[in-house]
């Protein structure tokens, strides 16, 4: 689990217990009982999971309370509190349908085989305006095959991350994964949430097969690679799938070419230059893409003064644009923004990061053997994608001994990686 964001408060556990506990008419005005129900995760003890099953046995209906109490059963279910189950189960029957959802998702993480609360799970597929996804991803983690009925209701949804899930759970509770390939379709969707929720579904499935479609789904990389990366974990040490099935597929993901994707938009007519500066801001990576496609195709005489002028403006701010930026400069061999990938690569803010792989794949693409020192103190960082773009940057600039350097290190991935450049090179 990762925790980097979850101490962000400046309480300690008595007093976090503390605030808590206090009557709703007795806050101060800067008091949060919801920061006390998420800070309490980093205690995994007796006296705080018992605050927070306090917290849930409140039910006042106000607002506020209602939320702490959809945070405190939240906090249980990280905390793993199998003592709370009894609590958290009660929770099923609330009114709120995010007390539910969470009720549920907590259940998950706690895990349960009492038929009497699987069933009750199950059962609340047939209520309305419930959140459905969390509902059938609980019943599937949970292995609870009589739930299989009723999730087939829903592989025709209306809402595609339900459907998507619903197909990839009846896979995995049946063993027969013959409509898997419709979970797979849903990598090329118009919805970039149902892009990526698919590959959670694909995840969950572990449906090996995916892998080079997930390699091509038009959105961000930080998914896509997690997808692989996750696959990979769970099929290369049970022998389903070895390194040399997955490594084009991540060799393809680092490197980021928008035509290496199933670009799922297109425009009528050809945009202007300044349209498609503005589709790399998109939240929609489908649209960045898009657009990146575009100032390659149509703009790549004035696209890299163009991507300097809007980071020099905005995407020095902006994490997606930002990432979209460094790529391009790197594709269009624009040297005057060769400072600008070097000081990408060493940026250590966390929403950055992608970046720091982009800047290492551009500096390749850019050509410039003064990048080779800069990329080979990449291989000393814990960050394993921008370690495999730093090997594969090297390697344009025509240096491979980053390959002996990183056949030693502390990351599978990375070291297989590099073992087999070295097969292939000797």
Known sequence: MDKRFFKLFNLTEEEA??????????????????????????????????????????????????????????SLGRLQATQALPVIRTCLADEDCYTVENAVWAIGEIGTQQEDILSEISQLLDKPQQTYRVIIHTLAKLDYKPALERIRKFVDSDDKTIASAAIATICRLSGDYSSMDKVVAFLEHPNVYTRRLSIQDLIDAKYYDAIPAIAKSPVSLVFRLRGIRMLAELGVPDGKISFADIEPSLDKVIRDRPQDLTLVHEYDMVPTLEFAIRELYDTDFGRCYLGTQTLLDVYPEVAGEALMATYAQEAHNDYGAHYHVMKLLGWLKYAPGYDLLVEALYNREPQFQKSRTAAAIALGELGDKRAIRDLKVCLETKIWDLKYAALMALEKLGDTSGYKIAA???????????KQQLKIKN
Not at 409 to 417: G, V
């Open 17 to 74: 217990i503390a605030l808590l506990d206090t009557p709703l008419d007795q806050l101060g005005e800067n008091d949060s009982r919801y920061v006390a129900a998420s800070h309490l995760i980093n205690f995994p003890t007796e006296a705080s999971i018992n605050a927070l099953m306090r917290a849930v046995q409140n039910t006042d209906p106000t607002l506020d309370n209602r939320i702490v109490r959809r945070k405190s059963v939240e």
């Open 408 to 418: 030693n290190d502390q990351d599978w991935l990375i070291r297989e990686k590099a």
